[in-house]
């Protein structure tokens, strides 16, 4: 059943990558993201569970659409969590640039944490450092801990953050300490799996959003490596807004089991633009486009690539799969 539901959701996100895919470099985020949902909503139709939207494109009165509390598939199946990310990166897919994703996490029913949507402070590492680290110590603490660990000099430690703002306190930081910083312009989910790749970033650190978290805290489960988080409410409403989705204490200190459960949790993605793990679509001669995805199950381990081409019936991008590896 896992490997015929992890096919089911390939064929989801690929759909949402083809349509997204159309409006790259184009500068509207907003119809990218659009055209990314409705593919989704539209092909869970056929997957064959009962799901529920924890994660999605927002709160009923916000959302036409993959909104939290929506039940998603053909009923037939598993009562499944769904966590779902059309267009994870949609001024990426705008503005042409790269690691732009759809990406979908899945578990057992009562498994992943609702989310809401505000920012999460979080701490993302790889296999050699999970367990090691610690949210709550002090950067230099944990630098110095990840050095020692790691064999490494700080001048050799790599670190990855979002470029905002409201991080220039901790990049001030990171420079004095002397490590290397890489400065990410968009794409959290994809800066915290960076650090289970060979890509050379050690740690990922910083705030983002909660709901893009819970999609890494999948994505790392399944890959060996670690994120911790803390929800970071701004004022009483949001407070109260964490408690509505059942987070007593807004506050704490959450691990992955807190995000993603210990049941087993899947992870698929599909790139839209092309990456260092994901390539992009690319479109080919005779009215074809060719897709790279990717599978993955916590309690396997195991990571498949598949890599389909897909035949399109006009440029609206109507799809049937012709092949896949």
Known sequence: MESQMALEFVRVTEAAALQSAQWTGRGDKNSADEAATVAIRTHFNAVSMDGTVVIGEGEMDEAPMLYIGERVGNRRGPAMDIAVDPLEGTETVANGLNNALSVIAAAPRGSLLHAPDMYMQKMAVGPALAGKVSLEDPIPTTLSKAARVLGKSLSDLTVSILDRTRHAGI??????????????????????????????????????????????????????????????????????????????????????DDMVGRQGVMFVATGVTPGEWLQGVRSLPGHRAETHSVVMHSETKTIRFVRSIHHTADSSGTLAVAASS
């Open 171 to 256: 990049i001030k930081l990171l420079r004095e300490s002397g490590v290397r910083i890489k400065l990410l312009g968009h794409g959290d989910v994809m800066g915290a799996i960076e650090t289970c790749l060979d890509s050379g970033v050690d740690l990922h650190i910083g705030s983002g959003g909660a709901p893009e978290g819970v999609l890494a805290a999948a994505a790392l489960k399944c890959m060996g490596g670690e994120i911790q988080g803390r929800l970071l409410p701004h004022g009483e409403e949001e407070i109260e807004r964490c408690k509505r989705m059942g987070i007593t204490d807004p506050g704490a200190l959450l691990s992955m």
